[in-house]
């Protein structure tokens, strides 16, 4: 009976608080490797998604700009009188009951064995061989532009990664061409398109939003990294206190030279020296009284006014946009941050494998990730809750006696920290937690203080140990000796009295 509006809106309502729960319940469910977590993200995914498709038509419904559910609402549910209310009633029944009469079936449509489906299906996800299912990054078409570009430098693919967000080595020049732009636009169609498949549940709608709000005030206030007015001269900003002659500018090399010069409205041309001397004049006079032969000229006539405005207006919006896209990038660089690391790892430990290790270790991933969620999930028998090795099962039980791990150490000084195992114990005084305790009561971390775990005995062997010093310490006032013109001896407290009073 979902043909009728009120109908539709009903099952819409039934069809929201079902995928609910779905989500719910498998979010609630523990994973039991990363490649089911992953398929447990993409299957929220798709639910948050059916709830967005169905709250967007239960819009549509209750806007009723065809006054569709108005119309039905005055001829099923209103009446002038009560007994007129109650004979629409009980007609709407009848119609009700002889649809059902006709059609056995549709009393048992049900479309909670659609939605269990949900739980079950396994998402398709397209990950490159490189990516190894999310794990790694695959850079290297972006690698390949980027050495091949005009803004680029060559060098290996490992530093390429370590490196990848730092845009601040770019020149301005460079990054105001369309080569530039262009490769902007892949990384960032790149680095969403993977955090999609790696983190489904980020939205990253939202993130970029919230970053695009940040950025138009940090815009307006020429406080962009690289960007606006007032970094562009940071940028380009040389400490001149740091050179003493003009040889040492042009150490700087010419590009640098020409960009400080420029952000400070001074001509950038001439040779390597005559721009290092140029902008040496700035050490001992200030800009507002150096002589105008020094600065740029800006030509500008009455019939260009229109024409230099509109370039530049032009040139603000490619600079903005352009700034936006590395902000942009950035955000997503940290989002990944840790697939950066992994990456780069991963790039500088192919470098000492040959072809036939690589092909072998791909081919043992790819069985590992095939095995990897049947072995998970195959529960280990450990009744004597032994501690796990680094195979993922429990140590033997001879080592486990061996250690004495079933022995447990409090420690007061790290907050009664529970350490198990003879060795575990003796390591901990030399660890963080229990230096940081030790700082915490004003006591030096020595070893005199070895297997102390109580902060009485602590501080009374301290007051201890401080008392045995104050016999053996040195006493300058007493044990310190003057000697007078005499040849008479006295310690350095008599000696002073006497010479304030005048009788040496």
């Not at 030509?299 to 024409?307: E, I, L």
């Not at 941050?337 to 790039?347: I, M, S």
């Not at 006591?443 to 016999?471: H, M, Y």
């Amino acid at each position: 009976m979902a043909s009728t509006v009120l109908e539709a809106t009903r099952a819409a309502h039934e069809d929201l608080e079902r995928l609910e729960r779905l989500a719910v319940r498998e979010l609630q469910r523990d994973p039991a490797n990363a490649r089911d977590r992953l398929f447990q993200s993409h299957r929220v995914r798709h639910m948050l998604d059916l709830v967005v498709s169905t709250a967007d038509k239960l819009v549509e419904i209750y806007e009723d700009k065809d006054n569709a559910r108005k119309d039905e609402i005055n001829t099923h549910l209103t009446a002038p009188t009560q007994s007129l209310l109650f004979n629409k009633y009980y007609e709407r029944l009848k119609e009700i009951r002889d649809y059902h009469r006709r059609n056995p079936s549709a009393c048992f449509v049900s479309t909670t064995d659609d939605y269990e489906e949900l739980l079950k299906e396994e998402p398709v996800i397209e990950f490159t061989g490189e990516e190894a299912f999310g794990r790694y990054l695959d850079l290297h078409e972006l690698y390949n532009e980027f050495i091949n570009s005009k803004f680029g430098t060559p060098m290996e693919y490992s530093a390429y990664v370590g490196c990848f967000s730092q845009t601040e080595k770019i020149l301005q020049s460079h990054k105001k061409t369309r080569q530039y732009r262009e490769y902007l636009e892949h990384i960032l169609e790149y680095l969403t398109s993977f955090l999609y498949r790696t983190e489904p549940l980020q939205d990253v709608e939202k993130i970029f939003a919230k970053l695009e709000s940040e950025f138009e005030e940090r815009w307006a206030n020429g406080d962009v990294p690289s960007w606006g007015n007032k970094s562009t001269v940071e940028e380009a900003e040389i400490d001149l206190d740091y050179y003493s002659t003009v040889e040492e500018l042009v150490e700087l090399g010419p590009e640098k030279l020409k960009q400080a010069l420029a952000a400070r409205g001074l001509k950038s041309g001439g040779t390597v020296q005559q721009r290092a001397e140029r902008l040496f004049l700035l050490k001992h006079t200030p800009l507002e009284q150096l002589d105008r032969k020094h600065f740029a000229k800006v030509p500008r006539t009455k019939g260009d006014s229109n024409a230099t405005s509109n370039g530049n207006n032009f040139k603000d919006d490619l600079k903005k946009e352009i700034a936006l896209m590395e902000v942009k990038m950035k955000r997503l660089c940290e989002l990944l941050d840790e697939v950066f690391v992994r990456t780069k790892e991963n790039a500088e430990k192919k470098l000492t494998l040959t072809y036939e290790e690589m092909e072998a270790e791909r081919e043992e991933e790819e069985v590992q990730a095939d095995t990897e969620s049947d072995d998970e999930e195959q529960q280990i028998y450990n009744p004597l809750k032994l501690p796990m090795g680094w195979d993922g099962k429990p140590i033997p039980y001879w080592l486990y006696k061996l250690h004495g791990l079933g022995q447990e150490f409090k420690c007061e000084i790290c907050g009664n920290q529970s350490y198990w195992g003879r060795r575990a114990y003796e390591r901990h005084f030399k660890e963080w937690r229990h230096q940081h305790g030790m700082r915490c009561l004003g006591i030096p971390n020595t070893k005199n203080f070895n297997e102390i775990t109580s902060i009485d005995e602590a501080k009374g062997l301290w007051e201890k140990i401080q008392a045995r010093q104050g016999l053996s310490k040195w006493r300058p006032d007493l044990e310190e000796e003057y000697e007078d013109q005499e040849g008479n001896i006295y310690n350095k407290k008599t000696y002073t009295d006497l010479q304030r009073q005048g009788l040496i």
